[in-house]
């Protein structure tokens, strides 16, 4: 059972093929492909959609590759499985998600057909007026706990950035300067298991896409852990 108007995150592997055909398709209808795959899953049965074949994972020799924009291999290229990003409610299975697309494709080019009774058309208004009311009680009244989370997120965020350290105008470009950077005190010798060690906490708080992300100390941090690393070795 999914939660109106919570969302989350969907990697959705696939062939490259089946990918860009998606992409299309959202793309002739104005969408995008999470909006696909929602109304496929609003008006066809569960158990329709469960029983559809699965166009299944991408085959090995079916491989895309990007270059990575963080970390210790920024840079570098990596070669990974073709994938859709899609963002929908909690509860639906990968599979479930890449059937519901490939129907989408298939009703598009009409080698599906679906029946629609009165029955189901009503269900679906109801389910959609429903959904719409919930959103818009959410939004004239924020649950208490969502009130909450925001104040505990301000407070962290805050927080980070009293205890963070403040981005060096010139970059980091001595060992003293890498070492303020990766909170070591200025007379440390850490090893590179610790080096590594702290990096990834550090990582984990000031990259861009973490709620308390910044871009000019992730850099930074990069910065820091290239030359601590050089010194090291």
């Not at 398709?25 to 049965?45: F, K, Q, T, W």
């Not at 990575?68 to 990968?94: D, T, V």
């Not at 269900?123 to 959904?131: F, G, R, T």
């Amino acid at each position: 059972m999914t939660t109106p108007g919570v969302k989350q995150s969907y990697t959705i592997p696939c062939s490259s093929v089946f990918r860009d055909a998606v992409q299309a398709l959202a793309e002739r209808r104005g969408v995008n492909a999470a909006d696909l795959a929602r109304s496929v899953m609003l008006i066809v049965p569960e158990k329709a959609i469960d029983e559809y074949d699965d166009p299944g994972d991408p085959p090995k020799s079916d491989r895309e590759t990007i270059v990575l924009k963080s970390g210790p291999a920024e840079g570098r290229p990596w070669r990974r499985k073709p994938r859709l990003q899609l963002r929908l409610p909690p509860g639906f299975s990968i599979i479930m998600v890449r059937k519901a697309l490939k129907m989408a494709l298939d009703f598009d080019t009409g080698d599906v057909k679906m029946r629609v009774e009165k029955s189901d058309i009503l269900a679906a208004e109801s389910a959609a007026l429903a959904e719409a009311r919930a959103l818009k009680k959410r939004q004239a009244e924020p649950p208490v706990e969502l009130l909450q989370s925001r104040e505990e997120l301000e407070r962290l965020r805050q927080i980070v950035d009293n205890l963070a350290f403040d981005p060096l105008d010139r970059g980091v470009t001595t060992f003293n300067e890498a070492l303020h950077v990766m909170g070591f005190a200025p007379s440390a010798r850490p090893d590179l298991r610790e080096i590594r060690t702290k990096y990834r906490v550090l990582a984990a708080i000031h990259h861009p896409d973490s709620n308390y992300g910044s871009h000019q100390r992730m850099t930074q941090l990069n910065a820091a852990m290239d030359l601590l690393r050089r010194h090291i070795t």
